[in-house]
C-alpha cells in the first residue's frame, strides 16, 4: 500500500490526494449544518508550517486535536474552493502529536480598501483609525470588550473590530492577519490578539476617490463615482416612514408601532453609467437634499401635506440625464454591487465633458 506523499504546505500545488505534511495547528472552530441527512458538524480552521499557511476542513478530526500543537498529518487531500486551494481531513486522516516546535511562516496578502476580496480570509491592510467606539459583551460567563474603528485609506474604508486591544484612534496603522468578513452585504474586519499592528508615520490626504464602476469590487465605503443617471426607479419619489423605527410604511399605520407619528421622507434608486460600467445607486432625502430643491419644512408642513407627483417630478428633474458626484457605500447581495449613497452633488462642466469624452469612446 502507498504511502502518503510528503509535502511542505508551499509545494502543495493544485488538487493532490494523499498527502502528509507536518504542521501546526493555528486556528480551529466548530461549525454545525443542515443537509439532506440531517445535522452536520464539520471543522475548519488554518494549519502552518515553516514554509507558509493554509485554510483546512475537518469533516471528521479527533477530539484531541487542539490549536497550537504541531502534528504529522497524514492520509489527507487538497481541493479548490472559491478559487482558493483548501486542505480537507476525513475519518481516513491521521494525526500523529510531535513535541517540536514549529515556527510557522505567517503570510498575509496586501489589500487597498478598495480591493478586498472574500477569496482571502486573513489579510495585511493599512489606514488611519478613526471613529473609535467600545462595546461590551459576555462569552461563557465572562465579560469582554470589543473596541470598533472605522479604517481608512487613499481608497475607501471599511469597519474594523478589535477584541480585547484598544487601538490608537488618530493613528495610520499596518495591521497583518486581520479577518475579513461579510454581514449583511458589507464586508467588516476582526482582529483577535494574534493580529500585528505597526503604526507608521503617513499623513492621508484628503481628496475624492472618484473611482471607475468597473473597477468597483468590494462591500466597502468612502467609495465616491461620478456619472450620468439613465434612468429612476417607478417607486422613488415620496414615501412614509414610522417616526419610532423609521421603517417604510405602506399602510395606514407601521405595523409594529401602529400608535407612532407617521413622517414624510424622499427616496431614490436610480441607474449611473460612468462609460465604464453602470451601478444601482439609492438615496435618502439627506443624500438628495443640495440639488432636488425641497426643503425639510415642505415635507414636514402640516397645513399642507406634500404632493406625490410633485416630489417625483422634482427628483426626476434633478437626476435622470444629469451628472453627478455620488459618495456612499457599497452592498453587495446577489444582484451584485449596489451602492447607499451619503451625498449627492452636481460634477463640474469639466467632468461633464470627461464623462461624455468616456462613454462615447466606450459607445464607439
Known amino acids: 500500500m502507498e504511502s502518503s506523499k510528503k509535502l511542505k504546505i508551499a509545494e502543495i500545488k493544485g488538487e493532490v490526494v494523499d498527502i502528509e505534511i507536518k504542521a501546526k495547528i493555528l486556528s480551529m472552530s466548530k461549525r454545525e449544518i443542515q443537509n ?3 445535522p452536520l458538524t464539520y471543522h475548519y ?11 483546512f476542513t475537518a469533516w471528521s478530526i ?8 504541531v502534528y ?5 487531500y487538497t481541493k479548490s474552493y472559491k478559487d ?8 481516513r486522516t491521521e494525526f500523529k502529536l510531535l513535541t517540536e516546535i514549529l515556527e510557522v511562516k505567517r503570510t498575509y496578502k496586501y489589500y487597498e480598501i478598495k480591493d478586498l476580496d472574500m477569496k482571502d480570509k486573513f489579510i495585511t491592510v493599512e489606514g488611519l483609525l478613526t471613529s473609535e467606539n467600545k462595546r461590551e459583551y459576555e462569552k461563557e460567563g465572562e465579560k469582554k470588550e470589543v473596541f470598533q474603528y472605522i479604517l481608512k485609506d487613499q481608497t475607501g474604508t471599511v469597519p474594523i473590530s478589535s477584541f480585547g486591544r484598544k487601538l490608537e484612534q488618530g493613528k495610520y496603522a499596518r495591521i497583518e492577519g486581520v479577518r475579513l468578513d461579510e454581514f449583511n452585504g458589507y464586508y467588516r474586519l476582526n482582529m483577535s490578539d494574534k493580529a500585528k499592528v505597526e503604526y507608521l508615520n503617513v499623513e492621508l490626504k484628503e481628496n475624492d476617490n472618484i473611482q471607475d464602476i468597473s473597477t468597483l469590487k468590494g462591500a466597502v465605503g468612502g467609495i465616491t463615482i461620478s456619472g450620468f443617471v439613465i434612468n429612476m426607479g417607478e417607486k422613488s419619489g415620496l414615501v412614509v416612514r414610522c417616526s419610532e423605527c423609521n421603517q417604510r410604511v405602506d399602510d395606514v399605520r407601521c405595523a409594529d408601532h401602529p400608535d407612532a407619528k407617521l413622517i414624510y421622507d424622499i427616496f431614490a434608486y436610480f441607474t449611473v453609467d460612468d462609460g465604464t460600467d453602470y451601478l444601482q445607486v439609492n438615496a435618502g432625502y439627506e443624500a438628495l437634499k443640495n440639488i432636488i430643491n425641497i426643503s425639510r419644512e415642505y415635507l414636514d408642513n402640516p397645513q399642507r401635506p406634500p404632493l406625490k407627483k410633485e416630489v417625483k417630478e422634482k427628483v426626476e428633474i434633478a437626476l435622470v440625464h444629469n451628472a453627478l458626484k455620488i459618495k456612499g457605500n457599497l452592498r453587495i ?3 451584485g454591487l449596489s451602492m447607499r449613497s451619503s451625498e449627492v452633488s452636481y460634477v463640474t462642466n ?3 465633458s470627461y464623462l461624455k469624452n468616456e462613454i462615447k469612446g466606450v459607445q464607439n
Open 350 to 352: 469639466t467632468d461633464i
Open 84 to 91: 482558493k486551494l483548501r486542505l480537507y481531513f476525513d475519518a
Open 72 to 76: 504529522l498529518i497524514s492520509k489527507c
Open 62 to 69: 479527533p477530539g484531541t486535536v487542539r490549536d497550537n500543537d
Open 333 to 335: 447581495n446577489n444582484m
Open 36 to 38: 439532506d441527512k440531517g
Open 45 to 55: 480552521g488554518l494549519v502552518g508550517d515553516e514554509t507558509g499557511v493554509i485554510p
